[in-house]
């Protein structure tokens, strides 16, 4: 059984789609995220949900929203995909609230190509 | 904001020599998690280390956290070719986990 699954695995588009990326969490944990890692390998947090609600926002482009319908759901929908957008999007999940001193469990990832 | 910085960025080993990552933070840490993540993979978290001076052994693995909580290390006894991956500290800034840039190890057969 899959801890943390992310679809799809791989997306490739064109510049200015919108595109869509699923998480779900089979943990029964409260906090999720998603973090971007470029081709460098640099791991950035973006989005952080607690129970379906927002506590971390770190400087994103609002191209970028974040949707969460349930606490083991977290969604990342992208307008306008642009170039720089091209990444490894990992989403993960952590049991308490705050994510204070959790492990996190991360997502197999999914692979971003704009074109 | 705040930075965690690791070196080095790359490391070659041959089969059996040590290997050491080191983690450093501007600021002090409330804690600090090290992660592995293979090539190809998804970063697996492998521990969590609090106190100051705080040192933790798994198998090969050895990590240590600075007296300051503004730098730890992973040491690895003995590479295996199992070991080859990117090795990453995150330190924890209030809510914020902040991962450092890795440090990616190669292990020769």
């Known amino acids: 059984d899959t801890a943390v699954s992310q679809t799809p695995k791989y997306l490739v588009t064109q510049m200015g789609n919108d595109k869509s990326i699923k998480c779900e969490q089979n943990?029964?944990?409260?906090?999720m995220y998603w973090y971007k890692q470029d081709s460098k390998k640099f791991l950035k947090i973006m989005f952080s949900?607690?129970?379906?609600?927002?506590?971390i926002n770190e400087t994103v482009p609002n191209r970028f929203s974040p949707k969460s319908p349930d606490k083991a759901h977290l969604n990342l929908h992208i307008n306008s995909l642009e170039l720089g957008d091209s990444a490894v999007y990992f989403c993960?999940?952590?049991?308490?609230?705050?994510?204070?001193?959790?492990?996190?469990?991360f997502g197999p990832g999914t692979r971003l190509t704009v074109l | 904001g705040q930075q965690v910085m690791q070196i080095p960025q790359y490391q070659h080993v041959q089969e059996g020599e040590d290997f050491t990552t080191y983690c450093n933070s501007s600021?002090?840490?409330?804690?600090i998690q090290w992660y592995k993540q293979r090539p190809g993979g998804h970063p697996v978290f492998l521990i969590q280390?609090?106190?100051?001076?705080e040192v933790k052994k798994q198998k090969r693995l050895t990590f240590q956290f600075g007296e300051a909580k503004k730098n730890s290390s992973l040491h690895i006894t003995a590479t295996q070719t199992t070991d080859v991956g990117t090795y990453f500290c995150?330190?924890?800034?209030?809510?914020?986990?902040?991962f450092g840039p890795g440090t990616r190890l190669s292990v020769l057969p």
């Open positions: 993960a999940s952590s049991q308490g609230g705050g994510a204070a001193t959790d492990t996190q469990y």
């Open positions: 995150a330190g924890l800034y209030g809510l914020n986990f902040v």
């Open positions: 943990l029964g944990h409260d906090t």
């Open positions: 600021t002090t840490l409330s804690n």
């Open positions: 949900y607690n129970n379906k609600e927002l506590i």
């Open positions: 280390l609090v106190k100051s001076g």
